[in-house]
């Protein structure tokens, strides 16, 4: 079994691996945020999925990336058809992944437990597939987001068939979800909309009223009475022939803006097996993220079936927002863990000079510095995706709900843009072979480009945490949050590093203060600064209390010097910006950050570390 510290020499690249194996860092991340009992049961399932996923997925996604998707509006006849075409070879990847319980094991409880699992495993489980193809993910993430969806808001339990399908285990019983918000007038914009819904629906003899416990009103609840008919535009449909695809659009006499929305389910096929009158207008071409198709719809008089309550719509798909949210987070992680792989195999086995390119010191810093930047990252998004299970385990969780609604946009934020960063830079490590789309860093990179703009820029989620301090009120179980695990660690190397935080996390206090005290415009100029600052705190923070655990448990200071490093890089205001100092950590311990050896306590104290 591979095992560290790594012989990445003995790697020709990137695949035919097992990713779980080669990242201890995402092993120790996943069993910290887990309920104990449930990793203990995901472990072995997770190794034989990284071992899937980097090879056999690795290598259809490279195949389904040249063959992308291929839209059929109409047949011969002028038909309408609707028909996408995909490779086979995305047939067999979507397989793999549905029968291993990506989705199913959260929802119902895979063979040999008794309860399902958290959404945490299907998180972790994305974040190994986003080493191979970010497309993929997008798809199986919808599917999962629109039963989300449907299981806290489909109140009368009328859409219980598409539940079960969009939650099934067998393939052949699998049907696929989709979100289709944006139109052209409007993007971010979501209150633009102007798609709407006519009420086609009459009820049933016998079937009558019933109350809305949150209104008080009176309501038809039959499924006719819940069918409309949609006619608008939407312009970016990602998954566009999904059969569980969520869409908004708002009703007569509904008011402007996000309250006047409602949601509706709007399915390929209708229940008799006939297309839904709906036009697949183009797909788009985009830069990357091939597997999934995206492109243009046209509703005219399309059947939509009213998810929960009226108006209610835009609220509803928050729900699936969030969790589009963390599942770009994570997958961006699991880009710059490949990335990352790429990297150092390449660096071992390029010689250059007579040696081997990772061997030079500049390279050696670049490496460490990435891998720094992949832990920090993996290390936020886990702390964000553990906080959104908890909610979604317990709806009454009000402090799992405040400091889901504040991690999930910072999380979503950064960890994409240092993404992007990681992909560039990984290209240049490659030479002229990374810009080559024979190479996977030239997938990678275009594949990654979508992630900041997926559910929300940068600027639309620096919003949203101004949002979620004043509505929810997120900051104020940060703050204990942050102290908690501050207060846990108390190891003597630490305790330079634990002051700089704390004299951090004391000036981001005050930070939120000013800005709870702005005016609107300046609280808005400043949001990406405390967004960010919020990361770079609680990521030292996490980033400790790991390397805590890790000298506690097993004397093993590796983690020490990964947190210091970060919060050197992160905040530290040196001198002639480090330069003369004399210090090189990078090369010192190189080893330890890149190839994951472990690191003596002793040695640590000797060289006055701290």
């Known amino acids: 079994m591979d095992g560290p510290p790594f012989e990445y020499a003995d790697y020709e ?63 011969k006849h002028g038909d309408l058809l609707n028909e996408v075409r995909y490779h086979p070879k995305q047939f067999e990847n979507e397989e793999l992944i549905y029968e291993r319980g990506i989705l199913a094991d959260a929802f119902e409880p895979p063979p040999g437990r008794d309860e399902p699992l958290g959404l945490l495993h299907t998180l972790t489980m994305q974040l190994l597939l986003s080493y191979a193809d970010t497309g993929l993910v997008c798809s199986q993430s919808m599917t999962v987001g629109a039963a989300l969806v449907l299981r806290n808001h489909d109140h009368g339990n009328h859409y219980e068939e598409y539940f079960e399908e969009l939650t099934a ?26 798609t709407v819904a006519e009420p086609v629906g ?84 985009k830069l990357g993220t091939e597997s999934v198709p995206t492109g243009e719809v046209e509703f005219d008089g399309t ?96 402090r799992a709900f405040r400091l889901m609604r504040l991690l999930v946009p910072v999380s979503k934020h950064v960890t994409t843009r ?50 979620a301090m004043e509505k929810e009120r997120a900051h104020e179980e940060l ?44 609280a808005q100029h400043e949001a990406k600064e405390v967004t960010e600052y919020v990361y770079d705190v609680v990521s030292a923070t996490l980033l400790l209390s790991r390397a805590q655990r890790s000298l506690a448990e097993r004397e093993d200071a590796r983690g020490a010097v990964v947190a210091r490093l970060f919060i050197e890089e992160t905040f530290s205001e040196s001198d002639a910006r480090g330069v003369t100092t004399g210090e090189a950590l990078p090369m010192q311990y190189f080893d330890a950050v890149v190839r994951y050896d472990s690191v003596d306590p002793d040695r640590l104290v000797e060289s006055s570390f701290g």
């Open 13 to 75: 690249e990137g695949r035919n691996v097992n990713y779980w194996r080669l990242n201890p860092a995402l092993q120790a991340a996943a069993r910290r945020v887990y309920p104990d009992e449930e990793f203990e049961w995901a472990n072995e399932r997770l190794e034989e999925f990284g071992g899937v996923v980097g090879h056999t997925i690795a290598d259809n996604a490279d195949l389904i990336d040249e063959h992308g998707p291929e839209l059929r509006t109409y047949d």
């Open 169 to 194: 285990r067998e393939y052949d019983e699998v049907i696929e979800g989709g979100m289709f918000l944006t139109e052209e007038q409007g993007g971010s914009d979501v209150g633009a909309t102007e």
């Open 202 to 285: 009459v009820p049933r003899e016998g079937e009558g009223s019933e109350t809305d416990d949150a209104d008080g009103i009176e309501t038809d609840d039959s499924i006719e009475a819940r069918t409309y008919e949609l006619t608008g535009e939407k312009w970016f449909c990602s998954n566009i022939d999904a059969q569980g695809t969520l869409a908004l659009a708002r009703r007569p006499g509904a008011p402007e803006g996000t309250k006047g929305l409602s949601l509706f389910l709007v399915p390929h096929e209708l229940p008799g097996g006939e297309l839904n009158p709906q036009i697949y207008r183009r797909l788009k071409d």
């Open 303 to 398: 059947v939509g079936y009213l998810v929960g309550e009226p108006e209610r719509g835009f609220k509803y798909m928050t729900t699936m927002l969030n969790w589009e949210r963390v599942t770009n987070s994570v997958g961006a992680v699991g880009i710059i863990g490949r990335l990352l792989l790429e990297s150092k195999i390449h660096a071992a086995n390029r010689e250059a000079f007579g040696q081997p390119i990772g061997e030079f010191p500049l390279l050696q810093r670049d490496l460490v510095e990435m891998a720094v930047t992949h832990e920090a990252a993996l290390s936020f998004a886990m702390e964000a995706a553990r906080w959104f299970d908890r909610y979604e385990r317990d709806h009454g969780d009000d």
């Open 418 to 467: 240092a993404a992007v960063d990681t992909a560039s830079y990984a290209m240049e490590i490659q030479g002229g072979n990374g810009y080559v789309r024979e190479f996977v860093t030239h997938r990678l990179y275009r594949d990654v480009q979508a992630l900041p703009i997926w559910e929300g820029t940068a600027n639309i989620l620096s919003l949203d945490v101004l949002r």
């Open 479 to 522: 703050l204990p949050l942050v102290e908690g695990y501050l207060d846990d660690v108390d190891h003597p190397l630490l305790a330079e590093q634990v002051k700089a935080v704390r004299g951090e996390f004391r000036e981001l206090q005050e930070a939120l203060v000013a800005l709870a005290t702005a005016d609107g415009d300046y």
